[in-house]
């Protein structure tokens, strides 16, 4: 018999896993979190943690936490054959909040449990979902423990349990793709060269008639320590034997960590003995593992009542730290949507958009991620690259959930909200950035007012706001010389003392842009009017899908 029915079910507590639930349970939702593991893993299998996430963080209050930990990436380092060919220094443009950075999986799963238990939620470990089935009014899930095996009930179920997804093949969900040849290896060490910190390093080698030997370090925090990969040898393949003829099938997705395949200091010190630029000691070895590579995508990213994501969606190649942001921003996509569903806010058909919208991301990061590992990074111009490697230029152009572009403002419907500088506000002595004021639970409304006469117009767009069921937040942000007349109006606001969201943004008196809980612009208006945005709003809560045709490559990354 089912146990006490849960709002959603979470399977898999990796990034992905935790920040579905972080996000559902800071919503109010009740959400399980289970995983297969006793006890967390101690794998620096993901270290890359990208400005995009980091933006989000800002406006859950995980920030400060997060940069005492990290490892500022300042750049790269590259000898070919022995001899330095590139030194890169990184510098960002001015748009990009945050700089690139390098942070160990496991600490990375620690900062989300323990926010998920500010929240009141904890992961359930030891605790493997083994099937599951749904109907119309929710799903019924089979959870094996060491207590024996349990059938539990849930209105959603969340599949973020990895390459091997037992969620994604539930569905019956095909994952078309491919493996890479080459088997690597990968340990979290020291090493004592004296390249400055801060840097990654690409070394290689040619080798006539074969893979080039190998070897990228990407640094880690603690002084010396790195996460080094390289071409595994002969001895440690993890290749399978054939299958005799008639044996039953087995999962063919080779990709990630290898058990019972862990290379030891002496295999990882034979690469550096060949490719370092100078005499360097491997020590200290945390862990290890053999690591296969596939690349493959999901038809479908959920299926009724049942999602997936992260890894269980998209697997590809680790180049530019994309995999865990990309599994990120796919739970951030997701959360805020099903939380509104969970509470009656909005009709099922909101969560559609879910795959309309980050499936076509999955696509566009597989394919890049492939062509960047065997043909190196686009020759294109490096501040758009960057912006592109921090997730900064993901988009949802016609998604049938963010309204169709009106008056050419300086953002689009579906585009990332941009931060702006400068913003001041009464009792606070210093300037504001737009993103500290934002807050990742609700839908914010940024009017922007060159007189007070907007400001009458603004009042009718908050009622509008406050009589609808969605969070909406209505910001009233006031031209440069506005402040008097505002400080005597009585009106709560923003100014944009250096005019730097009206360029940002490119907005003007009586304009309007609504930003979304994820941080996309969601609607934008020129004039604004309560009665274009009361229709927007019911939009959302109705989920139209109009556009859902053309929506399936809606998401986009501009080349």
């Known amino acids: 018999m089912a146990d006490e029915a849960q709002d959603v079910l979470v399977a898999g507590a990796g990034p992905v896993g935790l920040t579905a639930a972080v996000e559902l349970a800071r919503r109010g939702v009740a959400v399980r979190v289970i995983d297969t593991l006793e006890q967390p893993r101690h794998y620096a299998k993901a270290v890359g943690l990208q400005p995009r996430t980091l933006e989000h963080w800002e406006r859950t209050g995980m920030l400060t936490a997060a940069l005492d930990e990290v490892q500022t990436m300042r750049g790269q380092i590259v000898h070919v054959d022995g001899a330095e060919v590139a030194r890169l220094e990184l510098h960002l443009p001015p748009d990009v909040p945050y700089g690139f950075t390098s942070l160990p999986q ?14 009141g939620g904890t992961v359930e470990r030891g605790a493997e979902l083994v099937g599951f089935s749904q109907d119309a009014d929710g799903v019924t899930a089979q959870i094996r423990t060491s207590a024996g095996e349990e059938t539990v009930r849930a209105s959603y179920l969340v599949g973020a349990d ?16 491919d493996a890479f040849a080459e088997e690597y290896m990968l340990g979290d060490v020291v090493l004592d060269w004296s390249l400055p910190p801060g840097f990654g390093v690409r070394l290689t080698r040619t080798v006539p008639d074969g893979p080039d030997d190998i070897l990228v ?9 790195y996460r080094i ?14 299958a005799p003829a008639g044996a039953a099938p087995v999962d063919d997705v080779v990709h990630g960590l290898e058990s019972g395949h862990a290379p030891e200091l002496h295999h990882l010190q034979a690469v550096v003995d060949r490719l370092a630029p100078e005499p360097t000691t491997v020590s200290d070895l945390r862990w290890s593992s053999v690591f296969r590579i596939s690349h493959r995508l999901a038809s479908r990213y959920g299926v009724g009542r049942v999602f997936i994501a992260g890894d269980a969606a998209h697997i590809h190649p680790p180049t530019g730290g994309q995999g865990m942001n990309t599994g990120i921003q796919d739970a951030l996509n997701l959360a805020w949507k099903l939380a509104l569903v969970v509470d009656g806010v909005a009709e099922p058909a909101l969560l559609e958009s879910y795959h309309l919208e980050r499936h076509p991301v999955g696509e566009e990061v597989v394919g890049r991620t492939v062509r960047q590992a065997r043909q190196g990074f686009d020759a294109d111009d490096p501040a758009t690259m960057m912006r592109r490697e921090a997730q900064l230029l993901v988009s949802y152009p016609v998604s049938p ?16 909200a941009p931060d702006a500088r400068g913003l001041r506000r009464p009792t606070v002595t210093d300037p504001l950035r737009l993103h500290a004021v934002l807050a990742a639970t609700e839908f914010a409304l940024l009017a922007y007012v060159a007189d007070l006469d907007q400001v009458a117009e603004v009042a009718a767009a908050r009622a509008v706001a406050a009589a609808s069921a969605l969070p909406v937040r209505v910001h009233v942000v006031g031209a440069p010389d506005l402040g008097p007349a505002l400080d005597a109006s009585g009106e709560p606001y923003l ?29 934008t208006a020129r004039p604004l009017t309560a009665e274009a945005l009361a229709l927007h709003l019911a939009t959302l809560t109705r989920a139209p899908q109009g556009a859902a045709a053309g929506a399936t490559a809606s998401a986009q990354v501009p080349q």
Request: net charge negative; no cysteine; hydrophobic share 40%.
């Open 401 to 416: 959930i963010v309204g169709a572009a009106g008056a050419a403002l300086g953002v689009l419907p579906g585009e990332r």
């Open 495 to 523: 100014l944009d003392g250096a005019g730097d969201l009206a360029a940002t943004y490119g907005v003007r008196g009586g304009d309007a842009v609504l930003v979304r809980p994820d941080g996309y612009v969601g609607w």
């Open 229 to 242: 990969s390289m071409l595994a040898p002969p001895e440690l393949s993890t290749r399978p034997a054939a």
């Open 217 to 225: 370090a990407i640094p880690l925090p603690e002084h010396g320590r």
């Open 106 to 119: 496991y600490t990375t799963e620690r900062l989300l449990a323990e926010e998920l238990h500010r929240h």
């Open 162 to 177: 990895g390459a091997h997804s037992v969620v994604r093949k539930g569905l019956g969900l095909a994952f078309e793709g």
